[in-house]
């Protein structure tokens, strides 16, 4: 039964993987401080440091994901559309890909900033999957 969301299941495989690369980045960087307290990121960062946004990248990833993916495993369970579920799973792979990347080059405090297109178009692929899989629960 499975088989048929291959590339769903791929894409929420790379969300995953985002997230664990977001960890080990973030992780490195904290490390390289020259005061490096283990667990705590110094509230006195901002922007301007890697390590913030290194920090905020993965942490922003780990509030977002468990939203995006349950519910897309949902959509799987309830025999979803393929084509569709895995066009909005890849859709918002890739925006989480760019929105780190952005993160991590861009040191701006101004609102919106690049990074901030790419997180809406992935919460409006995260509402798109939650409508699917309440269509497909009541139809």
């Not at 904290?30 to 960062?45: C, F, N």
């Not at 440091?49 to 949902?74: G, I, K, M, W, Y």
């Amino acid at each position: 039964m499975f088989s048929v969301y291959t590339y769903s299941i791929a894409g929420l495989l790379v969300i995953c993987l985002t997230v664990f690369v977001q960890n080990i980045v973030a992780a490195i960087a904290h490390r390289k401080q020259s005061t490096y307290i283990p667990g705590k990121v110094s509230e006195e960062l901002s922007h301007d440091s890697f390590v913030f946004r290194s920090h905020r990248t993965f942490h922003n990833s780990l509030e977002n994901v468990h939203q995006f993916t349950l519910p897309a495993l949902f959509c799987i369970f309830l025999g979803a559309p393929t084509n569709i579920l895995a066009s909005l799973i890849w859709l918002y792979a890739l925006c989480r890909i760019i929105h780190m990347a952005l993160y991590y080059a861009i040191a701006t405090e101004k609102n919106p900033s690049p990074r901030s297109y790419f997180y809406m178009i992935g919460v409006l692929c995260n509402l798109a999957v939650f409508i699917l899989a309440f269509f497909q629960l009541f139809t």
